[in-house]
């Protein structure tokens, strides 16, 4: 039996990533370490307090949760933070009133210290995760720049390239300067909110796999996707989890699946298309944050499509919501069910 993929995650809590820290966690071949979170599309505290929720929910009250030190270079605006806050008082997370202890150590000490502790018992090699800023994770091989050899694979969702053929003159970031004025639109907020974090990982050396805008706006979330998770909520809490926090972003008009989307490829990688390309981004100025290809680049491996419906001749778990609404069956382990 092979071992276990060991996994650190860094996020900021949106309604998508606090539901990837539960998809994560029903991975059988994964090993969640940590989690550190970023005080970026969120507030730090209670993005900190809903996720050991969701943890003690799937029985993980082992995890260590911490927060970055990080802080922004374009911050997002406050309309997009709120929604940690909204997730923190829903009842299915507030019916047990055992609170675990904050994690003293933070973001940037976990990574240094589950990295280095991981390689010492010879395990494989660290998966990061980062649903967020890559901030906390160049600050850390900043200083400890050694921890690039215990780490295997960086999944980043994060920027937006140029769509092929040009883009007519319209914006293709999730940047909206209406919110943000004078803010760049064909940025992507992960890469945008430190343009200069976003530079150090591209050079760093490490073994880069981006899902960028292009390919996780593929992956859209809508009323009815909704509305598929309400007929077996009472059965499956994580199908409850995910109506209750879904529900509150259903109507915003762009929302897409962008966290789940890129915390599935650790699980199932066969369902989607990856490509090579050499990146760089701009680190100031009016397109600071974009990314584009240039033979100055650094090699990142870029997903490009996702695969999104089941054909109907097709059998099994072969699509990526069908992915999600399988792997969410997920049951507390009351000794008899085999799950975490």
Sequence with gaps: ???????????????????????????????????????????????LEVTNKILQLMQRVDVPVTISTARAVNAFPWVYRQYSMMANLLPMLNVSTTRLPATAM??????????????????????ILVLSPLTPLATALAVHPELKHGIGEVLWMGG???????????????????????????AEWNAYWDPIATRAILAAGLNLTMFPLNATNLVMLTPEIVLKFAPQSAQYPLYALAGQLYSMVAFEAGYAFWDTVTAAYLDRPDLYTVTCLDLLNETSG???????????GYPVNVV???????????????????YLFEQWKWLPDTGANGLH
């Design 1 to 47: 039996m092979s071992a276990k993929t060991p996994v650190i995650i860094l996020q900021d809590g949106a309604v998508d990533e606090l539901m990837s820290v539960a998809l994560v966690e029903t991975m059988a071949d994964v090993e969640l370490l940590g989690i550190g979170i970023v005080n970026a599309d969120c507030l730090a505290r209670p993005t």
């Design 106 to 127: 933070t973001t940037e000490e976990m990574l240094v210290h589950l990295i280095t502790e991981n390689g010492h018992r010879g395990k494989p090699k660290v998966k």
């Design 160 to 186: 937006a390239l140029p769509p092929e053929g040009g883009n007519c003159g319209l914006p293709y970031g999730n940047v909206d300067p209406g919110l943000a004025p004078g803010a760049n639109a064909n």
């Design 286 to 296: 009016p397109n600071e944050g974009n990314l584009y290809v240039s033979s100055a």
């Design 304 to 322: 490009t499509k996702v695969k999104v419906e089941q054909p109907a001749t097709e059998k099994g778990v072969n699509s990526f919501y069908a």
